[in-house]
């Protein structure tokens, strides 16, 4: 029987949205359907999926030859992925497809380790003996290594499935990693709630994007639930709210690189967003105001109304119950990620385009043609509007040519 494979999730970000329509242009499904439509056709009419992966290594090396200047080259990395997936014998294919993907994409990235993920899983659930073994060691690192991605993204709910699964696996292998699943599923769960709002507020945000109140919950999870101002300043530019964001930008810079003043004001701020809302974005509020505060008595030592900050900041965290241990440990913690720098991914340079050399008029006149008017289209479904910028914490490192080799080395079996 032929594979039936669930569809790819397909993460919708502002500075990818272009790329990814350029990809699945009317030109270019037209382009691979005149060139390959038949020979697609003609393996999907056959029983075997053998010939399926034999087509994949094709469309591999004509990719190949395109080059990653051409959108062409996605639509055929992509087929060859749908193709190579099959069968056992197209699936090295279908990962160097993955890795280009990945590398033509970077914020698809996380996408291209889950299809890796199902390969992993397709012979797991086929294998004995020691392959089950390699292969399901396989599975544990890469649900690992995938949950932190998810963990970037806010993805919460998607990571605690990955793990309730990835665990399932581990005490079936009876893998030492077991022990390692259920810390991660708890530290998750809480967080598993506020994605869920912000999964509604950003499908309220997608179909009416005047939507006031969405934007405001977006702002506010992001900036208190989840400690994330940078990602929150996306919808509170949208808000029109100015000096927020100003605030925002500054909560985002390494705390050393504040002067008092400056972190007097995010002490202020943050310590008033401490009153009220879901326990965890008080918590995260409090250990912010309680950095900022230490920061301004550094510079202004024995400033008595900031050691009074410090002090409020203090009561209402053991009114949480969070211990003075607990909150310095926070707090350091804190203080050591607003410190991470990303360096600035290197922008690749287009590829030159030949320019065509302009039509010689023709002195015979014609005839005018009449086009045929267009069929209306389905209005596409609404993007959600994601974050245009994270923390550097959250930044995802694009996966290296060594990554790939080895992830890939486990099919030489």
Do not use: C
């Not at 062409?72 to 087929?79: H, P, Q, R, W």
């Not at 708890?186 to 969405?214: H, M």
């Not at 320019?355 to 009449?370: G, L, R, S, Y």
């Not at 267009?374 to 550097?392: D, F, H, L, N, S």
Request: hydrophobic share 40%; glycine share 4%.
């Amino acid at each position: 029987m032929r594979t039936l494979v669930t569809s790819a999730l397909l993460i919708a970000l502002f500075a990818t949205t272009s790329a990814l329509l350029a990809a699945h242009s009317k030109e270019v499904e037209a382009r691979f359907d005149s060139t390959y439509g038949a020979a697609v056709r003609g393996v999907k009419s056959t029983r075997s999926t053998a010939d399926d992966a034999k087509l994949a290594a094709v469309l591999l090396a004509d990719a190949e030859k395109a080059g990653n200047a051409d959108p062409f080259a996605v639509k055929l990395y992509e087929e060859t992925w749908e193709l190579g997936k099959l069968h056992t014998t197209g699936f090295p294919p279908a990962v160097d497809a993955l890795q280009q993907l990945a590398r033509m994409q970077p914020k698809r990235q996380l996408e291209m380790q889950e299809n890796l993920l199902w390969l992993y899983e397709v012979i797991f659930r086929n294998a004995k003996g020691e392959t089950s073994s390699k292969f399901g060691n396989a599975i544990v690192d890469l649900t690992k290594e995938i949950v932190e991605g998810k963990k970037k993204r806010a993805e919460y709910s998607d990571a605690i499935k990955l793990l309730t699964k990835g665990q399932a696996i581990a005490r079936a292998i009876k893998s030492p990693k077991v022990d390692h699943f259920t810390p991660l599923i708890q530290e998750l769960r809480p967080l598993a709630v506020i994605d869920t709002k912000i999964q509604i507020a950003k499908r309220a945000l997608a179909k009416d994007v005047k939507d006031k109140g969405a934007m405001t919950d977006l702002r506010d999870h992001y900036l208190r639930d989840l400690d994330r101002p940078i990602s929150a300043k996306t919808y509170t530019e949208m808000l029109g709210d100015s000096a927020m964001v100003q605030k925002m930008t500054l909560a985002g810079q390494p705390v050393d690189s504040l002067d008092a003043s400056a972190a007097g004001e995010l002490a202020g701020w943050y310590a008033s967003m401490g009153d009220d809302g879901l326990a965890l974005g008080r918590q995260n509020a409090l250990i912010r105001a309680k950095v900022y505060y230490e920061r301004a008595l550094q510079l202004k030592a024995g400033d008595a109304q900031l050691k009074a900050g410090l002090d409020a900041v203090h009561a209402k965290l053991s009114a949480l119950k969070v211990s003075e241990p607990e909150a310095n440990d926070l707090a350091r913690s804190r203080r050591d990620r607003l410190g991470i720098t990303v360096a600035a991914r290197p922008v690749p340079k287009p590829e030159p385009k030949p320019v065509p050399k302009p039509p010689k008029p023709d002195p015979t006149p014609k005839p005018p043609v009449v086009k045929p008017q267009p069929q209306p289209e389905p209005a596409p479904e609404p993007a959600m509007v994601e974050p245009k910028e994270v923390e550097p914490e959250n930044e995802e490192k694009e996966l290296t040519e060594e990554y790939w080799r080895n992830r890939k080395s486990i099919f030489d079996f």
